[in-house]
């Protein structure tokens, strides 16, 4: 039989992380037990989504998180898809979700050295209309001493690994580990997500800009005159309304991603734990840059769990424009 044509040697996920956990001769596979398991919960998640509309899982669960938003019934199964999966790797100590007021600690007999921060479902408010959505997540390791509620607080420099999922024409994930940034698709019939863009590299400039022009009347003056200067020179723009396919799309094509705060939303709106940092990493990883505003995203110290702050992210060149309007406002 002609062999030739067929990928016998496939990259899975999961070999992938025993690989590189084989490269550490130091590795206890504590981190590869971590990854596993959310590598899990997003097949879960992903099947779930699936068939939202068959099993009747679209619409409200008649809850709000903790952020006063109305939670949709897939936000409530794919946060607990997460913490019972994070739970039962034994290898984490405390779980920050975008759905709970408080730090989720973890028992003591399962307990672990790692903290995870996640957005269960990213852009559900997409979901009904069928739109792309995601889950995003980050992963730190335990500070040194006694552990309170304030050892999630930590900046982005802190991250071990951090990655996306996004379900959207087909299911991907996407994970920043060891300085490298690599794109995992999951092939159906195997149900094993496959390595298929490696090394992942944001281009260092990119024409398109994605923001919501909706809030144009309440954006300060440097993200008016830069989205202005876009405009003239034709650029296009791209806004899904989902943090994971447009950061996804930006890392592919290049171009930048603005979140800016608002005068309804001085603080920014996207979270820092579970949102800004991870993705912050993750474009950092590939080559791009991400800051608020004023200092780099990933030197930002969260001083609460739910903390919000702006974000511009995606080809160094996009954002160092955007920044040079920002100078130019401060003069």
């Known amino acids: ?186 092939e159906p019939s195997q149900g094993e997500f496959l390595l298929i863009e490696k090394n992942m590299r944001i281009p260092d400039k990119g024409k398109i800009y994605s923001i919501n022009e909706g809030y144009r009347n309440m954006w300060d003056k440097s993200v008016l005159e830069y989205v202005e200067a876009k405009q003239k020179r034709k650029q296009p723009a791209r806004y899904i309304g989902s943090m994971v396919a447009d950061v996804h799309r930006t890392i592919k094509y290049g171009g930048i991603f603005l979140y800016p705060a608002t005068e309804t939303s001085p603080s920014g709106k996207l979270r820092v734990l579970y949102e800004c940092l991870p993705m912050a990493h993750i474009v950092e990883t590939a080559g791009g840059k991400a800051t608020t505003g004023k200092i780099d995203m990933m030197d930002y110290q969260p001083k609460s769990l739910h903390e919000r702050a702006p974000i511009f992210l995606g080809s160094k060149d996009d954002v160092d424009e955007y920044l040079s309007f920002v100078k130019m406002n401060e003069k």
Do not use: W
């Open 1 to 186: 039989m002609d062999t030739t044509d067929l990928d016998l040697n496939c990259m899975t996920f999961t070999r992938f992380v025993l690989e590189q956990q084989a490269s550490h001769p130091n590795a206890h596979g504590d981190l590869t037990n971590v990854m596993l398991s959310i590598q899990t919960a997003v097949k879960a998640t992903s099947a779930y989504v699936r068939r939202a509309g068959i099993d009747n899982h679209m619409g409200m669960a008649g809850e709000t998180n903790v952020q006063g938003e109305d939670q949709k019934k897939l936000d409530v199964i794919s946060n607990q898809i997460f913490i019972n999966l994070l739970k039962s790797s034994y290898n984490c100590c405390m779980l920050v979700s975008e759905e709970n007021e408080t730090v989720i600690e973890v028992e003591d007999e399962r307990k672990g050295k790692y903290i995870v921060t996640f957005d269960p479902l990213d852009g559900s408010s997409n979901i009904d209309c069928l739109v792309s959505i995601g889950s995003i997540f980050g992963i730190f390791s335990k500070p040194e001493g006694e552990l309170t509620a304030k050892s999630v607080l930590q900046s982005g420099r802190h991250l071990v690994a951090s990655g996306y999922a996004l379900y959207g024409s087909a299911t991907m994930m996407v994970v920043a580990l060891n300085n490298q940034v690599n794109g995992f698709m999951l």
